[in-house]
C-alpha cells in the first residue's frame, strides 16, 4: 500500500507535469519555433539551446538534408530554440522516465490488480509513442498531420494518467465524491457522454490541423465581421474542392455540430438529474459545454482579430488551444466516470 500511495502522488504530479508539456507545444507553435531544432534528440547537434546564428549557418553547411522548410538562410532566436528545447527537455529527461519509475514502483506490489496493471502498461505505451510521433515530427518539419497528432496522442496519454490515479484511488478506498456520479444514470449516459468526448477530440485535431496548415487560418477570409466571421468567405455554406486549405470552414462546421450536440446534452441531464449522482454528471457535462462555447468565442475573436501589420493575435491561439484541451479532458472524465460506475454492482 505504501508504493500506491507514492504512485498516486507522482501520478497526479505527472498529470500537472503534461498540461504543462502541452502547454508548451502551443508556446513553440505560436512562436514558430517548431522547427528551431532541426535534428532529435540533440539540438543543432548539441546538448544545449544557445546557439548562435554563425553556429546554426554552420551546421546548415555540414547537415545540408536537414534543411527545414524556412531554408538554410533562416535563422531561430535563442528564444525559439529554448522553447523547443525546454519542451523536449521536460518530456525527456522528467516525464518519460518517470513514468517508467511509476510502472516499476506500482509492479512491485504483491498484487497491484488487474486495473492498475493495465492503466500503468497503457502510460508506458503511450510516453514511448508519443516519443516516437514527437521524433517523426521533427524528421517531417512539422507538417500538420504530424503535429496534430502529437497532440491528439499527448491528450490520450494524459486521459491514461487519470485513469492510472483513479484506479488506484478505487484500490484505496474507493471513486472520489466528485467522480461517483452513480449506477443508474451512468448506465443511461455512458454511450452519450462516449460520443460527446469523441466529438470533442476530433473538433480539436481538426483546429490544430488548421493552424499548423500553412494558409489554412486565412481560408475564411481576413475581412472581419461577418465575412470572415460567422461567413466563411462571405458564404454560410460553401462546397468543399480542397479539404486541406478549407479545413478552417470544415472545423467550423463540425465546432457547429459539437455546438448543438453539446447544448442538447446539457439540456437533458438537467432535465434527468435529480439526486446527488445525477447532479454530478450534470456538473462536468455544463463544465464542459461551457469551456466549448467559451472556447468557439476565442475562435471567432481570433479570426477577427487580423490585422494588416500584425496579422492575428496569436496569444489568443495558445488559449484557444488550452480550453480546447481542458473540454476534451472535461468530458472524458465524465465519460471514465460513467464507465466505471456503470459497471458496478448495485
Request: glycine share 10%.
Amino acid at each position: 500500500m505504501t508504493n500506491w500511495k507514492v504512485s498516486k502522488a507522482l501520478t497526479a504530479w505527472l498529470l500537472g507535469l503534461t498540461i504543462v508539456v502541452i502547454g508548451l507545444g502551443g508556446l513553440i507553435r505560436i512562436y514558430d519555433a517548431g522547427e528551431s531544432c532541426p535534428d532529435w534528440p540533440l539540438c543543432f547537434g548539441t546538448l544545449g539551446f544557445d546557439v548562435s546564428e554563425e553556429e546554426q549557418g554552420a551546421w546548415w553547411a555540414e547537415n545540408p538534408e536537414e534543411v527545414d522548410s524556412r531554408g538554410s538562410g533562416h535563422r531561430y532566436s535563442t528564444f525559439q530554440i529554448f522553447t523547443e528545447w525546454f519542451h523536449r527537455f521536460l518530456a525527456g529527461a522528467f516525464l518519460g522516465p518517470l513514468v517508467l519509475l511509476n510502472w516499476y514502483l506500482l509492479r512491485r506490489n504483491e498484487d497491484p490488480g488487474k486495473d492498475i496493471r493495465s492503466a500503468s502498461t497503457l502510460t508506458v505505451f503511450l510516453i514511448i509513442w508519443q516519443g516516437a510521433i514527437g521524433w517523426l515530427t521533427v524528421e517531417i518539419d512539422n507538417l500538420h498531420w504530424s503535429v496534430a497528432l502529437h497532440l491528439s496522442s499527448a491528450l490520450a496519454f494524459t486521459i491514461s494518467m487519470f485513469w492510472l490515479w483513479l484506479t488506484i484511488t478505487r484500490a484505496e478506498g474507493g471513486v472520489p465524491g466528485w467522480l461517483d456520479i452513480g449506477h443508474g444514470i451512468s448506465s443511461r449516459w455512458r454511450n452519450r457522454v462516449t460520443w460527446l468526448s469523441i466529438g470533442a477530440f476530433i473538433s480539436i485535431f481538426s483546429g490544430t490541423f488548421v493552424s499548423t496548415t500553412p494558409g489554412a487560418n486565412l481560408g475564411c477570409g481576413v475581412g472581419g465581421m461577418p465575412d470572415s466571421w460567422p461567413l466563411c468567405g462571405g458564404n454560410l455554406v460553401d462546397s468543399v474542392e480542397d479539404i486541406v486549405l478549407q479545413s478552417q470552414m470544415i472545423h467550423r462546421w463540425l465546432v457547429g455540430v459539437m455546438l448543438i450536440a453539446m447544448s442538447s446534452a446539457s439540456y437533458l441531464i438537467w432535465k434527468e438529474s435529480e439526486d446527488d449522482a445525477g447532479l454530478i454528471l450534470r456538473n462536468w457535462i455544463w463544465a464542459s459545454t461551457g469551456l466549448f462555447v467559451t472556447n468557439a468565442s476565442i475562435g471567432a475573436i481570433y479570426v477577427i482579430s487580423w490585422d494588416m501589420e500584425e496579422g492575428f493575435f496569436e496569444v489568443l491561439s495558445l488559449v484557444h488551444l488550452m480550453l480546447a484541451s481542458l473540454t476534451f479532458l472535461a468530458m472524458a472524465t465524465a465519460w471514465i466516470g460513467c464507465a466505471i460506475t456503470a459497471e458496478e454492482v448495485v
